[in-house]
């Protein structure tokens, strides 16, 4: 029995007794949840729905709860409730219901864990979005592994997610970069504040050898060719590293779109029937201030340039005009105080930003070796990149292990630590038990072990109290998918894993799967080749979301 499946027989007890009171039933919930209590002793499960229910049913929590309780008690797969506290109730499930979860978890395959709860919404998640003036630095690194385990997270609760990668190929940023190409390009200085490192040579050689008159062409005439032909070289770079780290994006948006389809213009003109545009100083302004921010914000200079933020608006507007319900917007450290105006912005277009805007701010990623900082890319002369991470510790470590903390908390990420084949290593050891699983898979078929048909299945005999934690481990599952899913924290899914990972050992370590030399298969080794299987299958839909691979051997 799943935690889903006894929260609707909780439920369901419940609603007996409403209706054996001459309650509405209606006043219940629509659904409830059930818990695994701290103290183990206190039961598989635990749940407070008593207390929930009891102001709308006029019956004090504890005589509620006995009464749910008494029905509960009449179910299939219940071995016992006990009443606790004020009117918890802490449920047992006999050996069968348990370990029916291993059929449940094996039959479901990928799906388990998956779940409707964002059905109907459409997401625009939009992370990275790094200027293609370089290589995605460390800190971009940690916004494609988590905003790619996010996008997994939100599609396996039932969203509609269109990933999204922001780029713009003009701006101050984009001509310092078409300025240090074509100095390297002629074997002088970089500008003094223009782009170094060996890959600008590598981009200005390539440029000169696809388009050789962009060293005799004159200087702005140079540039142009320098800055489009750099600028696509560069981008096919970023989105093949990318490609090589597992993160692919549905849209490549181009900041140039917005201006050459009228898209700033659209915006504005929305802002100002909305009523919140304003001019002063010969400048466009709007008035974010009516919406918490700490001043308004300019628009349109006096000159007739529009401003960073007019982009950021249009770019706004163009995402809900594309239908989404909800713009989810990743973004740096040093961006924190973006969040007001963008909030304000969402809110003078006449949208909610609790409902429409999320804004998640990520903290700084470090890379240690041999016990020291790592501060420099050797090729892109400057902060540490993608390659320089996937180079040293590879593409499953790194994706662990940048999606295994909060975004709140900054990472150092040693590489002694993550290159290492010990359990200390938090990938090796949850790889370790995908490979194990596989491992046993491959030699029960050797000795003549299968699991059977469900029917064959005998989930009684999974009552040794490891098999009954990893049971209630593999329970767990879907709720952590979800809440990972609800409160954008792919860690969770990172250290739920270990923990798994540990159930399964212990119970590996306890419980014998295959037979020994010329014992009989008996159904208990039948039941605990099911209970191999189903937390191979969790282990490998719990790396998927985070993108790493599920081994079969190690």
Known sequence: MTPAKLAEVVLAAARAVFTGRGLDPAALPESTAVERPRNPEHGDYASTLALQLAKKSGVPPRELAGEIAEQLGRAAGIKSVEIAGPGFLNIRLDAAAAGQLARVVVEAGEA?????????????????????????????????????????????????????????????????FARSLRAAARSEPAPEDGYRGAYIGEIANTVVKEHPEALTAPEKESEEIFRAAGVNIMFDEIKSSLADFGVHFDVYFNEKQLHDQGELDLALERLRAEGHIFEADGAVWLRTTDFGDDKDRVLRKSDGDWTYFAGDCAYYLDKRERGFDRVVIMLGADHHGYVGRMRAMSACFGDDPDTNLEILIGQLVNLVENGEPVRMSKRAGTGLTLEDLVDRIGTDAARYALARYSIDSPIDIDVDLWTRSTRDNPVYYVQYVAARTASVARNAAEVGLARGTADSFHPELLDHEKEIDLLKS???????????????????????????????????????????????????????????DATRTVIANGLGLLGVTAP???
């Open 112 to 176: 388990y864990g998956h779940s409707e709860r964002f059905a109907g919404q459409r997401v625009n998640l939009e992370f990275v979005s790094a200027n293609p003036t370089g290589p995605v630095h460390i800190g971009g690194v940690r916004w494609a592994a988590v905003g790619d385990a996010l996008s997994r997270l939100l599609r396996a609760t039932g969203a509609d997610v269109t990933t999204e990668y922001y780029f713009n190929d003009a701006g101050s940023q984009i001509d310092r």
């Open 474 to 532: 593999l329970g767990d599952y879907p709720a952590v998918v979800t809440a990972a899913a609800e409160l954008r924290e792919p860690h969770r899914v990172a250290r739920y894993l270990e923990d798994l990972a540990g159930a399964y050992h212990r119970f590996y370590d306890n419980c014998r799967i295959l037979p020994r030399g010329d014992e009989e298969i008996t159904d208990t080794h039948r039941a605990r080749l099911w209970l191999n």
């Open 552 to 554: 079969e051997r190690m």
